[in-house]
């Protein structure tokens, strides 16, 4: 199972980026899927998430400029940020609970995308 992360890079302030992150692999099913953030000497932090058939969540600094959103048919979690600040960059890493054919649940991880928010 692996978790492939795309679209970070180079952004002004007030600009937007889209991430998206694909699972692949044989699985049985994904619970949770979301979007965390480490900024430079500093600890990671949960952006977004969304349960399977749940409600999206996110943390107050991005709430009313970011939206997360699923697609369960493709295995793939997005990412839309909007008003983008300097305070936004750091590595995004998504995130998925899965669960293999055993029925185990695990977290999976993918490798991050930088995200710099510079003029």
């Known amino acids: 199972v692996q978790l492939q992360a795309s679209g970070g890079g180079l952004v002004q302030p007030g600009g937007s980026l889209t991430l998206s992150c694909a699972v692949s692999?044989?699985?049985?099913?994904?619970?949770?899927m979301g979007w965390y953030r480490q900024a430079p000497g500093e600890a990671r932090e949960l952006v977004a998430a969304?349960?399977?058939?749940?409600?999206?969540k996110y943390a107050d600094s991005v709430k009313g400029r970011f939206t997360i959103s699923r697609d369960n048919a493709k295995k793939t979690v997005t990412l839309q940020m909007n008003s983008l600040k300097p305070e936004d960059t750091g590595v995004y890493y998504c995130?998925?609970?899965?669960?293999?054919?055993?029925?185990?649940?695990?977290?999976?991880w993918g490798k991050g995308t930088l995200v710099t928010v510079s003029s």
């Open positions: 969304v349960a399977s058939g749940g409600s999206p």
């Open positions: 995130n998925a609970e899965i669960m293999n054919w055993a029925m185990y649940q695990q977290d999976y």
């Open positions: 692999g044989s699985i049985f099913s994904i619970h949770g």
